[in-house]
């Protein structure tokens, strides 16, 4: 029940395209949300986040949409650079107990 | 601001001896949490301690352990280690108990031959 599934392992996008990453949880009692990027030999940095009262939240290129009824987020990047290229992760966790439980990733190639 | 900052950034040990990674949280943060990322196991949650006390830990054997320190800086501990020990260990940190944000460090890769 704490498992979170991510979706697709990998994905290529044209500069310019939309990435779409997927995420689907079991456990509804996670009341956070995080999506993190990382690159290469560094530590996951935190893209952006939500809480399950909101269904959408939006910082720059990167959206949030979260689906309660479904269990499912994903995270959407517009206009995609090539410096978008990394592993992203999603994450949910209860927060009293601070436990973030990952997906296994998705790594993402921007081409030029 | 100086981020989480983790030492040593790479060591090698061999199976059965012991190791302790360090971890300096943000400035003003007093939670810290330890997590494993294992190639093909993706990142797996360690321990969490905040104002010096273990408030939650991972599915982890007894030989995972660690403290925090008056300053918030924190120590993990691997005894006994195993060839599956090998991976790379996150330190990251928050606001404490009120804050949700954690914060990530570059890690310590941990070879264990």
């Known amino acids: 029940q704490q498992q979170v599934k991510q979706s697709p392992q990998s994905l290529i996008v044209q500069k310019g395209g939309i990435s779409i990453i997927n995420c689907a949880y079991e456990n509804t009692a996670f009341d956070y949300f995080p999506w993190y990027q990382q690159f290469p030999g560094k530590g996951p940095a935190l893209l952006i986040a939500?809480?399950?009262?909101?269904s959408e939240k939006k910082e720059g290129r990167f959206t949030i949409s979260f689906n309660k009824s479904a269990k499912q987020f994903s995270l959407h990047i517009m206009d995609s650079q090539p410096g978008d290229s990394a592993t992203y992760f999603c994450?949910?966790?209860?927060?009293?107990?601070?436990?973030?439980?990952f997906g296994s990733g998705t790594q993402l190639t921007v081409l030029p | 601001e100086a981020g989480v900052t983790q030492s040593p950034t790479h060591l090698i040990k061999t199976r059965g001896q012991q190791v302790t990674l360090r971890c300096s949280p943000i400035s003003g943060h007093t939670s810290v949490y330890w997590y494993q990322q294992a190639l093909g196991l993706g990142l797996q949650f360690l321990l969490w301690y905040d104002e010096g006390e273990e408030r939650n830990r991972g599915n982890f054997p007894p030989r995972f352990s660690g403290r925090q320190f008056p300053n918030y800086s924190s120590e993990l501990n691997v005894n006994a280690l195993e060839l599956e020990d090998s991976a790379l260990y996150l330190c990251a940190s928050s606001l404490g108990l009120t804050g949700t944000e954690a914060f990530f460090g570059q890690g310590t890769r941990l070879t264990v031959v």
């Open positions: 939500i809480r399950p009262d909101v």
């Open positions: 994450a949910a966790s209860l927060l009293s107990a601070r436990q973030l439980t």
